[in-house]
C-alpha cells in the first residue's frame, strides 16, 4: 500500500524559507512522476511543481525562481523548498504519486 506524509508546514514571515518533506512508502516511488499542490481557501487545487523519475523538474509560474522541487530515490521523499515566501503562498500544500495524494500540510505566510 502506498503512503504519503507532508511534514513541515507552519508559520513564517514574508520573504522567510520552509522547507516541506513528503516521505512516501511502498515501492513505486521511483518510477513515477511526483508533484506538489497547493490549495488556498476558497480555491482550487493548483500544480505547484513536479519531477519526473529522470529528474526533469516544471514550476507554476507563480513560483518559478523561489521554489525547488527536488526528490531522494535512496530515502523515498521528495522535497520542496519554498523562499522568499508570500501571503499568496499561503496554503495547504500536498504531495501526489500516481493516484495517491497525501493529507497535506499547512503552509501560513504571514507578519
Known amino acids: 500500500q502506498v503512503q504519503l506524509v507532508e511534514s513541515g508546514g507552519g508559520l513564517v514571515q514574508p520573504g522567510g524559507s520552509l522547507r516541506l518533506s513528503c516521505a512516501v512508502s511502498g515501492s513505486i516511488f521511483s518510477i513515477y512522476a511526483l508533484g506538489w499542490y497547493r490549495q488556498a481557501p476558497g480555491k482550487q487545487r493548483e500544480l505547484v511543481a513536479a519531477?519526473?523519475?529522470?529528474?526533469?523538474?516544471n514550476y507554476a509560474d507563480s513560483v518559478k525562481g523561489r521554489f525547488t522541487i527536488s526528490r531522494d530515490n535512496a530515502k523515498n521523499t521528495v522535497y520542496l523548498q519554498m523562499n522568499n515566501l508570500k501571503p499568496e503562498d499561503t496554503a495547504v500544500y500536498y504531495c501526489?504519486?500516481?493516484?495517491?495524494w497525501g493529507k497535506g500540510t499547512l503552509v501560513t505566510v504571514s507578519s
Open positions: 519531477i519526473t523519475n529522470g529528474g526533469n523538474t
Open positions: 501526489k504519486l500516481a493516484n495517491y
